[in-house]
C-alpha cells in the first residue's frame, strides 16, 4: 500500500536516534529524545490561498527538520510514517 497526501500534506519517515552518547552510554528507548531529523517520502498536491494553487516547497527525497509535537504518526507495511502539514516542517537541511 503506498501513501498519497492531499493538499498541503508531507508524509515522513523519521530518521532513527542514535543507541549510543559519544560516551558508549546506551540509551534506553524512554530516555532518547524524539527526533526531529525526517526524510520526505512523498508530498500533497499543494494548498489553494484566495483561489490560487501554490506547490509545496519539499520534494521527495528531502531531507528536513519538523516540529517537535507535530503531525499524525501511520504503520504501514512494517514502517513507521509521520503525516503533517507542510508548515510542520521548519527546515530543508542541504
Known sequence: MKLKPLGDKVVLKV????????????LTDNSKEKPL?????AVGTGEVIDGKKIDLDVKEG???????????EV??????????KQSDILAICE
Do not use: C, M, P
Request: charged share 25%; proline share 0%.
Open 15 to 26: 530518521v532513527e536516534s542514535e543507541e549510543k552518547t559519544k560516551g558508549g552510554i546506551i
Open 37 to 41: 531529523l525526517a526524510t520526505v517520502v
Open 62 to 72: 528531502d531531507l528536513v527538520i519538523y516540529n517537535k509535537f507535530s503531525g499524525t
Open 75 to 84: 504503520h504501514l507495511d512494517d514502517t513507521d510514517y509521520l503525516i503533517v
